[in-house]
């Protein structure tokens, strides 16, 4: 991935959380006009702070609509967001016009559906970029970030690598947790921080005994990396350290960091590494 030349107008639709509001930010400091669509109940407030517009999930036609009288043709997906049935949506008219796409792509896992909303928006003329093209200071740097990592891991990261890309045929998580060459526990639905905490408790009743365990995050092979990049922040590193892992494995240059340097902090003060590696071929 490449950032793309600065400048110009941009339109974030923004999930929940703080990535929308730091990926903002980095975009206007590299000359990018922005303007936020926010998911009604979903995204964060503070997206007001920037030029704006609230939607519910289902109002396609509303969000083209806020964007064509903006003259606005790039759009970037950020921010998180829980898969929703179709009896979630409470479409408008340029929903209902959409309805065969829309249940086409409910139809299969999370990577079909992000892939089927960037081919309804690349139909409607629009340019569907990464927040790597934006903010490429939030992805995982190369190397260390944070203490060192160990050599006596290399096995288990070389495992854990395969594993997730094995497991990208199934379309299911991007994060798991090896200890000894063997899964402690896997990303589903749930989420990194729920898979975390699950492994906390699984150390809690003696199922987890193996001293340390490694957490690997990597976007599954395939994916389209224009949206749903795998991301960590200061919860994941708290998971972490509840689980008494002894440290984290990103895919550097495709994992996103709410802060690099903040997180990298709090992994020495917590006494775990953060590493950044190449993914394999």
Known sequence: MSASAPGGKVALICGGGAFPLVAARAAQTRGEQVFLLGLRGIADTGIESFPHAWVGIGQLGRAIAEFSAREIKKVCFIGGLKRPEFSDLRLDWGGIKRIPDIVKFLRGGDDHALKGVIKLFEREGFEVVGVDALAPDLLAAPGDMAGKFPADLT??????????????????????????????????????????????????????RAKGGLLVKAPKRGQDLRVDLPAIGPETLRGAEAAALRGIAVASGRVLMLDRAGLAAQARRAGLFLHGFAEQP
């Open 155 to 208: 096995a288990d990261l070389a495992f854990a690598q395969k594993f997730l890309a094995d497991l990208s045929a199934y379309d299911c998580g991007q994060a798991v947790v090896v200890a000894n060459s063997r899964v402690i526990a896997m990303e589903a639905v749930e989420g990194t921080d729920s898979m975390l905490a699950r492994v906390a408790h699984l150390r809690e009743i003696g199922r987890f």
